[in-house]
RNA sequence: GGCCGGUUCGUCUAUCGGUUAGGACAGCCCCCUUUCACGGGGCAAAGACGGGUUCGAUUCCCGUACCGGCUACCA
């Protein structure tokens, strides 16, 4: 990047507080951070709480909490700290005012004095009614009243808002560094309102004036926000000059699956797979949305996959550490298309991650679940030793549930139906001896020696081993599923074992 | 409607004018495995369309189509 070496690298994710983070921003927040940190710079978390009517309580919070979890910390936050805050919107109320009244004294900016309520009636009778340069004489404005008229109004403190004063005609230009250059029309864009009747600040000044002040160099957000850019583009060159505007970047968007257009929170309740980061409760109805976390997710495989949504290294690799993303990470190779999101492959990636991951570290991160299925752990170093046998075959945390519940406790469930058909007297009684000699006898305790033991045992009975493996898997894990059943006798107890063939011998003697 | 953006297998993508258009997920088949997985091997699957430019276009340019985003005193 060409940014210079004394100027420190500055980004920020700017979320406005309504609601859980989805994937997309969870994305936008990653490509922040990742540029940040190439570059030694700074990820600063700046929260965008101007529009009171959707404040949602605990959603700052929830934000806080997702980034942790992902290990994205910023620099600077609300509750960071850092020298440039304060870092919520609602708290530099004051600061965006000062600068709206410097666009209406330079003639870049207006008051405007129409409600809400006659706005509504007037594109209610104009479908696509625009408040700019060809209607703006005919509203009530302080570029279409008479001076007297305008001061009046003030002095009554008549409710106003402050909308930008769109040129007419005028070109301009910006160099997006994932698209390129990007032109627009100023007599194409509106009078969008910068101050609303509240003395808040819309998303428009208030993006400017923050950045400016934060001294951001590079801004990064969604495609959505390429449309307003002309508008920003307005504010910064009135306010502060172009030549501190930061480097913009539009990244692509997120799509949904199926069908067409931007993912959302429906998606994910429709199709059966998470949206949201983490689980999240709306303080209002209750309702809880469940996240890539809770669902099972490392936190290494969602940073991996979210990556690879938009970006790669030009190379087949597709597993990722944090710290090699910020290696690798480039702009330039940022798509500019959507991407639509799959799940399958969502889990694909957490399956990778679980493989090569620590079964110490997996087990802190699996013991909860087993507390909720209110399986008991008594020695942490057996759930260690259970993770490694059986992390293959599990593509999400919760997996490890069914997966090694039976190494803890007999399963009540037998899938007797798939022993019956080929169930027969020389058979119970084969394992009627095996529970004599698990129970009473000193049997080898190892998975290689009770695997011998246990074949020796069928060829003296007249057996074939391998017409007795399913029936005793089964009998131990209550299916077809599980690592090799010998690997399992040796981590059960013979005893425990014994009792589960009889548990099982008396189910099938019922049929 | 207008403005802006986008377009390679079903999906995520590689390709910096010359390739049998590569990889991964999903699908199918085989091997390994007396379960389920892991692993190994294989099959099938793509340049939206039409014009240029060029000895040569997936790649560069233009147009069309399609998809998306925006068009609030929301971000």
Redesign the pocket.
Known sequence: MENSADQMVRVRF???P?GGLHLGGVRTVLFNYLFAKKYNGQFILRI?D??Q??FVAGAEQYILDTLAWCGLTPDESPIHGGAYGPYRQSERKPMYKQYASQLIEQGNAYY?F???EE?DAI?KEIP????NRATRMSMKNSMSLPAAEVARLLSENT?Y?VRINMPDAEELVFEDLI???????TS???D??LL???G?????L?VVVDDFLMKITHAFRG??????APVHILVWKNLFGLDQMPKWA?L??I?K?D????LSKRDGDRLGFPVFAMDWTDPNSNETTTGFKERGFLPEAFVNLLA?????D?T?Q?IFSLPTLIEKFSLE?V????????Y??A??FN?EWI?QSDNAYLANLVAPYFEAAKIEIHEPSYLVKVIGLVK???QLLTDFIPQSAFFFTAPTEVDTASILPKWDAPKAAFFTALIDAYAHQAVPNDATNLEAHFKTLATEQGL????L??PF?IML?G???????FDIVANIETKDAANRIQYCLDLLSKK
């Open positions: 700017a979320p406005s309504t965008e101007t529009d009517s959707r405007a129409d409600s809400s706005l594109r696509n009614f625009q408040y409710p808002v698209r390129g250059e990007v032109k627009f029309d194409m864009v509106d969008k309102v609303k009747n509240d808040m600040p819309t998303y428009h208030a495609e959505e926000w390429l449309p307003s539009h692509p968007l799509l699956p069908g067409n257009g931007k690879m949504l938009g970006w790669n030009g087949d597709e190779r798509h500019k298309g959507g991407a639509k999101f799959d399958e492959k889990k694909w399956q493989k293959e075959r599990c074939k081993p391998g017409d493996m399913l898997r894990v299916g077809k599923f599980g690592p090799g059943v």
